[in-house]
T-cell receptor, first 115, second 113 residues
Framework: EAGVTQFPSHSVIEKGQTVTLRCDPISGHDNLYWYRRVMGKEIKFLLHFVKESKQDESGMPNNRFLAERTGGTYSTLKVQPAELEDSGVYFC?????????????FGPGTRLTVT | GDSVTQMEGPVTLSEEAFLTINCTYTATGYPSLFWYVQYPGEGLQLLLKATKADDKGSNKGFEATYRKETTSFHLEKGSVQVSDSAVYFCALKSGGATNKLIFGTGTLLAVQP
């Protein structure tokens, strides 16, 4: 069974540009989460989808970030326009109610560098 | 709000040394506690978990005990290997409807042969 995949693995953009990150969860997982780790600090929750609906978006930093999950499969996270402080590693995770304790399975992350 | 505090790294040990990475938490209610590990170039992997007080999670020789009285979940291993070199994250999931994980800052462990 394929794990959570993320694309791209690394992105370098200039301030003011737009970047779109993609996450493909484990097949059949209804829950999809985005997290971010900035500058070696803690990993912070951004938002949670249940299928195509946003269950919790309390961690989204501002309206420059837009997450979508059309059709309840893969998800995209768009940053527009990017700022320097958006640099970090963006992790995606998925889970299914059937997995024990709602265990979240993480992807390898996308390293975003804004210059 | 809920939070996790873990010891800062890097932690550098020789092979076969004893490892402790401290983790304490602040939470309302009865959280579940986790240790995740990130090996170089890979994603986060669940290492072990405990869902209630006095539970001991264990995996791959690592152990952690959920201590409600001290609000701690320290990670231990009796004899580390070079292959254990990674970043270790302590995390909690609050009780209730939310599924989000709250992480500590991560501790880099480097094991030298």
């Amino acid at each position: 069974e394929a794990g959570v995949t993320q694309f791209p693995s690394h992105s370098v953009i200039e301030k003011g540009q737009t970047v779109t990150l993609r996450c493909d969860p484990i097949s059949g997982h209804d829950n999809l989460y985005w997290y971010r780790r900035v500058m070696g600090k803690e990993i912070k929750f951004l938002l949670h989808f249940v299928k195509e609906s946003k269950q919790d978006e309390s961690g989204m930093p501002n309206n420059r970030f837009l997450a979508e999950r059309t059709g309840g499969t893969y998800s995209t996270l768009k940053v527009q326009p990017a700022e320097l402080e958006d640099s970090g590693v963006y992790f995606c995770a998925s889970s299914h109610p059937g997995t024990s304790g709602y265990e979240q399975y993480f992807g390898p992350g996308t390293r975003l560098t804004v210059t | 709000g809920d939070s996790v505090t873990q010891m800062e790294g890097p932690v550098t040990l020789s092979e076969e040394a004893f490892l402790t990475i401290n983790c304490t938490y602040t939470a309302t209610g009865y959280p579940s506690l986790f240790w995740y590990v990130q090996y170089p170039g890979e994603g986060l992997q669940l290492l072990l978990k405990a869902t209630k007080a006095d539970d001991k999670g264990s995996n791959k020789g690592f152990e952690a005990t959920y201590r409600k009285e001290t609000t701690s979940f320290h990670l231990e291993k009796g004899s580390v290997q070079v292959s254990d070199s990674a970043v270790y994250f302590c995390a909690l999931k609050s009780g209730g409807a939310t599924n989000k994980l709250i992480f500590g800052t991560g501790t880099l462990l480097a094991v030298q042969p």
